[in-house]
């Protein structure tokens, strides 16, 4: 059982590797956003993170410390989803609509549902284990901008240099490691699982993402191949952090980075639009690390335990999430698209 005391020094490390994070994101998103400060992103996020943890205490869906140090990561999403709202020509109306609705709807029902849910579950095997919280974080996040569109007269927008994309990725998987690592409110021997997942794991989605790159031939440079693949490999790592352990982490990864980095080169993607062709590469290589535990985690997992059935229900709650998000975003996105239109 953590300690007051220690419980409050690890949801601070949490926040503060959030805030790490987001400027990191923000140095990848900064020719989407333009001069336009991020204001709305941090409103959302304290609200969301107000609104979850409320949500959280009165149902008993999970502890508060774990609670807030999941929130901590949403800010550096909602800076994701004001971006692909930006790029989806959205006035500041419309992007705060777009950021509520994730961050008061879908992040809380994301986080919360699943574990209400599987606590009433009698069978064997019927737990879900998300040590990361890749289902409100990333799965809710990737699917609810799958519908996002670009107005018809909208500009090609700037991309970011590949040394700087470098750089922020590079940011962003410091910031999630040592977030990762504070979930565990602990100092105990899976704190050094869990970094070297958090380390691993990304890098190896590097190194897959580049693969896909040079047998594909797509012209992207190393530098942005690598930057991609590491993003991928972050939101694989969230899910199996403490119970995936190595060399499985880095499979897990490597292969996030070859699924997200086939689906980002799609050629019939290519007329979606950014952000529905980086919500569907990041719902891939979640998918890939969502489905680790019970395929791959320790004396869990169906090659350690050859029990099918723990993997039906994670597969129904990342079906579900997903479905949710994209139903909650459906109307959102037509409200944009009829102020754009009006």
Known sequence: MTAPDEAVLFVA??????????????????????????WPAIAAAALTTVVTTSLGTLTGAA?????????AFTLPVLVLLEAAAIGSGADRVARWVLMLAWGLIVFPGAALIPPLLTEQCRFDGCGI?????????????????????????????????????????????????????????????????????????????????????????????????????????????ASGAVTVSFPWSAVVGALAGVVAGVIHAAKPLAAAGVAPRWGLSLLGATAVGFLAPPISGDTIGILFSAQVGVLWTPLLAFVGVALGAAVVSAPVWVLLRRRQAG
């Open 13 to 38: 490390i949490s926040f503060a590797a959030g805030g790490l994070a987001t400027l990191s994101i923000f140095q990848l998103v900064r020719p989407v956003i333009g001069g336009r400060m991020v």
């Open 63 to 71: 502890r508060l410390d774990y609670l807030l140090g999941i929130s």
């Open 129 to 237: 284990i998300d040590f990361g919280g890749a289902l409100p974080l990333f799965v809710s996040a990737a699917a609810y901008v799958l519908l996002a569109w670009s107005p018809p007269d909208a500009v090609a927008v700037a991309q970011v240099r590949g040394s700087e994309a470098i750089a922020g990725v590079l940011g962003f998987w410091i910031a999630f490691a040592i977030w990762l690592a504070s979930l565990e409110a602990a100092l105990d021997p899976y704190v050094a699982r869990i970094l070297l997942a958090g380390v691993v794991g990304p890098a190896a989605g590097a190194l897959g993402w580049l693969l896909v790159d040079q047998l594909k031939a797509t012209g992207r440079t190393v530098t942005r191949s690598l930057a991609f693949g590491f993003l991928a490999g972050i939101v694989a790592t």
